[in-house]
């Protein structure tokens, strides 16, 4: 499959990008120089000044790719999961033509985007329906309130255990949600222990129901205890279940989505774009009732997900069911690639650059990845990174981040680590031109 995207022109869009986005910041730096030369301010002009001045603009100008040496897979400042090369293709035929968005081709009436990706859902879940909005908060959010609307209380609470009042990236705290909600929140246990009696106790006419929520940036050790979902089930209220990662593979500690599901959650609430290897997205499977209530909650318009999320996911999904994830998709590709094959793809990095940068001081040592993205916060995953030396480190990070695209590693023991199991196909170049413009 061609992996490189093109118009009709037979340009490469990310070529067409790179010189507009060029082409902007030049005219953005002539257009300083007049007004300083309007000014009085007599500024040099030579094309060496425009060209350093533009390239200055240009370093950090709007959303653009860059090349992730951090070892950290779903690294969530630099847009978590990538795309596999089919999921792209298919949001490329969505963003560039039309689609059966919300068309029925079967009867030519209207039909729902809602319906879009929630068959795949089924089958891969085992569960009655499925809903997909824009995150996974916004499922959460969405969930809350259509369960909360459904109880004729004036006062609806839900049960939450205290040691789940988690905050995750971007200040996102479940409390919060819990009261955009329209729901009080009733805490149960303690923070670092939570038992079911705690839950019983708390239920009253009031309840409409039970959140469980997986702590997935953070770890709680030693004198601890909790209460699985299976268990919430007897207390004959709802159960959600906000799971997080969206695992539908075993990896590491973290559960699996139809784990949850088998446990007896009415609901079950994950991202598309951690564990699950695809676009943003919020999933939420599980009973019909729940699901259509979400689905006519007023708030649903509010979070739902545009035609390009729901392309990438449909063909991420179809890549769990042809049974070909592990090779399509590259978060499982770069989470599951054995520790020799990156040592070999660090050695072949570390050569290459001493062929092409003369007097490189680097070496290649075992690292630490991580899976990153609010998910199993102490899996680590051996790995290996060139590290360079000679320079300040500091400095040669900042020239990294500066190069087109900008390469981003992580500077530590004084030197600048470039952990290469978080290097797509096509990466080396583009570090290794990096390293010579840094030099050069």
Not at 234 to 262: H, K, T
Not at 343 to 352: D, R, S, V
Not at 423 to 440: C, F, K, M, S, T
């Amino acid at each position: 499959m061609d992996s490189v995207m093109r118009d009709p022109s037979g340009r490469t869009l990310a070529a067409r990008h790179g010189r507009a986005s060029a082409t902007a910041a030049v005219r953005g730096v002539l257009e300083d120089l007049r007004r300083q030369i309007v000014a009085g301010e007599g500024p040099e002009v030579s094309e060496r000044t425009i060209a350093e001045a533009a390239s200055r603009l240009l370093t950090g100008r709007g959303l653009r790719r860059v090349i992730n040496a951090t070892g950290v897979v779903l690294h969530t400042n630099l847009g978590r999961s990538v795309l596999s090369e089919q999921a792209a293709l298919a949001a490329y035929d969505a963003a560039t033509g039309y689609s059966n968005l919300e068309y029925d081709l079967r009867s030519g009436s209207r039909g729902s985007r809602y319906d879009h990706a929630v068959p795949l859902l089924r089958e891969l879940t085992g569960t009655e329906d499925a809903l997909v909005v824009n995150n996974c908060a916004g499922a959460t959010l969405l969930a809350l309130a259509a369960v909360v609307e459904s109880k004729a209380s004036e006062a609806p609470e839900v049960i939450v255990s205290r040691g789940q009042l988690i905050e995750i990236g971007g200040g996102f705290r479940i409390p919060e949600v819990l009261a955009l909600s329209g729901a009080r929140l009733r805490e149960v246990g303690t923070t670092n222990r939570t038992r079911l009696s705690d839950y019983e106790k708390a239920v009253n006419e009031n309840s409409s129901a039970v959140l469980w929520v997986h702590p997935s940036n953070f770890e709680m050790v030693g004198f601890t205890e909790s209460v699985g979902v299976q268990d919430l089930t007897s207390m004959g209220l709802p159960v959600i279940a906000d799971v997080g990662s969206g695992a539908l593979l075993s990896v590491g500690e973290e559960p699996r989505v139809q784990g949850v599901l088998r446990d007896g959650a009415d609901l079950a609430i994950f991202s598309a774009d951690k564990l699950l290897g695809g676009p943003q997205a919020g999933i939420a499977v599980g009973a019909s009732r729940w699901i259509s209530a979400m689905r006519n909650h007023p708030l649903a318009r509010a979070l739902r997900a545009d035609k390009l999320c729901l392309a990438a996911l449909e063909a991420t999904l179809s890549s769990y069911l042809e049974g070909t994830e592990k090779d399509d998709l590259p978060t499982l590709r770069m989470i599951g690639a054995p520790v020799l094959e990156v040592e070999a793809k660090a050695t072949h990095l570390a050569e290459n650059l001493r062929r092409s940068v003369p007097g490189l001081d680097l070496d290649v040592t075992p690292s630490v990845a991580r899976s990153g993205g609010g998910t199993l916060p102490t899996f680590e995953i051996p790995s290996f990174a060139v590290r360079l030396g000679g320079t300040d480190p500091e400095a040669l990070a900042d020239d990294l981040r500066s190069a087109d695209p900008p390469v981003v590693g992580r500077v530590h023991e004084g030197r600048v680590w470039l952990d290469v199991r978080t290097l797509l196909p096509g990466d080396e170049e583009a570090v290794i031109g990096a390293l010579r413009d840094a030099y050069g």
